[in-house]
């Protein structure tokens, strides 16, 4: 399978905790990029981190690739209620991505 | 913003029917994409389209096909809908032939259940 692996499947966390999910790949990218789905909603891109970056932040969102162990992770930091969501890695293929299966992230308020 | 619509948020059909989902997006975007999503199986393309009247196959096409006649609209066709294609179909777009910064942008969704 080209696509993308996270880890965990599922993950539950208490409101202001910080949220780390993983992400393994096979081949080689040219970057990596994250998104995050409402329940029953469409896909919204998050970040983009490309294969010659090593972090990478936008606002709570903390970024980190590792290519020699085709690895990626997203923190959360001081995650909210609102933050309860479906979370996805895609890797870019030659001209379209590919995604792995999802974190399901649930914070408690 | 960007917006990439897709025309019905749910739809029933029955087994056999000829089944077309639209999407339109605003943003004069190259790329368009297909995704259908099921649970434990994560997001798996079944067509894209880099221009008008191309189209190439994604992983798993078998049972579909698409139409590229305009820049801004997608269309899916199940040709004989069958029950193993009630999903959540997403289609998607994107300015560039190799993904940019901005990533894709989705539209919200249909979920089709085939009876």
């Known amino acids: 399978s080209q696509q993308g692996e996270e880890d965990p499947q599922a993950l539950s966390i208490q409101e202001g905790e910080n949220a780390t999910m993983n992400c393994s790949y096979k081949?080689?990218?040219?970057?990596l990029q994250w998104y995050r789905q409402n329940s029953g909603r469409g896909l919204v891109h998050l970040i983009l981190i490309r294969s010659n970056e090593r972090e990478k932040h936008s606002g709570r969102l903390r970024v980190t690739l590792d290519t020699s162990k085709k690895s990626s992770s997203l923190l959360i930091t001081a995650s909210r209620a609102a933050d309860t969501a479906s979370y996805f890695c895609?890797?870019?293929?030659?001209?379209?991505?590919?995604f792995g299966t999802g974190t399901r992230l649930t914070v408690i308020p | 913003d960007v917006k990439v619509t897709q025309s019905s948020r749910y739809l029933v059909k029955r087994t056999g029917e000829k089944v077309f989902l639209e999407c339109v997006q605003d943003?004069?975007?190259?790329?368009m994409f297909w995704y259908r999503q099921d649970p434990g199986l994560g997001l798996r393309l079944i067509y894209f389209s880099y221009d008008v009247k191309m189209k190439e196959k994604g992983d798993i096409p078998e049972g579909y096909s698409v139409s590229r006649e305009k820049k801004e609209r997608f269309s899916l066709i199940l040709e004989s809908a069958s029950t193993n294609q009630t999903s959540m179909y997403l289609c998607?777009?994107?300015?560039?032939?190799?993904?940019?910064?901005?990533?894709?942008?989705f539209g919200s969704g249909t979920r089709l259940t085939v009876v």
């Open positions: 081949t080689s990218i040219n970057n």
């Open positions: 943003m004069d975007h190259e790329n």
């Open positions: 998607a777009s994107s300015y560039f032939y190799r993904t940019g910064e901005d990533g894709y942008t």
């Open positions: 895609a890797r870019t293929g030659a001209n379209n991505l590919f």
